[in-house]
């Protein structure tokens, strides 16, 4: 079975730095992908970003980057220049490849960014 | 392009009750997901649909939940009888037959009291 571990209940950063985000993940399967979502207060997930666990190189969205240490099992998401606007809930997410596709969610953090 | 469609957004209800939520996913998405948002939790997934049919129900909690989707489109999700610790956010989320990522509607609160 698959298992997503945020270990991270609650973090905190200030406005225009830069902060990291954990997440450890455990699975047989070589084929697969690996998500970060936002849940702002509105409760609507929204995805910030992807990565395909055959790709060696890591993915970038703007201010959103990972640290995908395939080994180590470990997909880590770097905010650059927080924003206030960046205040939410960040899931990290696994999925198998292939039509079944079942998504599952870690824990979650609480990111608070400061003015 | 319309976003997924959850409603209602609130529902309060007194255990042993029941409820229906219901989810119009994107158009065209062949893949249906219902998951239970306990408070301060990760969203678990209680079902997915694959069309009409069902690809995972092992987290469902049979005896009170059954979900459908009608013609592989439309899905609702019951609860019959609900107890406090139902209270939830219920998240549905479509994802299209090509392509990995899946997009969520706002969900329903669910409160039993």
């Known amino acids: 079975a698959q298992t997503v571990t945020q270990s991270q209940p609650e973090m905190s950063v200030q406005e225009a730095e830069t902060v990291t985000l954990s997440c450890t993940y455990d699975?047989?399967?070589?084929?697969?992908?690996l998500f970060w979502y936002k849940q702002p207060p509105s409760r609507q997930m929204i995805l910030v970003i992807r990565q395909e666990a055959y790709k060696q190189q890591n993915a970038t969205e703007n201010r959103f980057s990972v640290n995908f240490q395939k080994a180590a099992k470990s997909f880590s998401l770097k905010i650059s220049d927080s924003q206030l606007g960046d205040t939410a809930m960040y899931f990290c997410?696994?999925?198998?490849?292939?039509?079944?596709?079942?998504?599952?969610f870690g824990t979650g953090t609480l990111l608070a960014v400061q003015p | 392009e319309a976003g997924v469609a959850q409603s209602p957004r609130y529902k309060i209800i007194e255990k042993r009750q029941s409820v229906a939520f219901w989810c119009n996913p994107i158009?065209?998405?062949?893949?249906l997901y219902w998951y239970q948002q306990i408070l301060g939790q990760g969203p678990k997934l209680l079902i997915q649909f694959q069309n009409n049919g069902v690809v995972d129900d092992s987290q469902l909690p049979k005896d009170r939940f059954s979900a459908e989707r009608l013609k592989g489109v439309d899905s609702t999700l019951k609860i019959q009888p609900a107890k406090l610790e139902d209270s939830a956010v219920y998240l549905c989320?479509?994802?299209?037959?090509?392509?990995?990522?899946?997009?969520f509607g706002q969900g329903t609160r669910l409160t039993v009291v």
């Open positions: 699975t047989s399967e070589s084929n697969y992908y």
């Open positions: 997410a696994f999925a198998l490849g292939g039509a079944t596709n079942k998504l599952i």
């Open positions: 158009s065209g998405h062949a893949t």
């Open positions: 989320a479509s994802r299209p037959t090509v392509g990995t990522e899946a997009f």
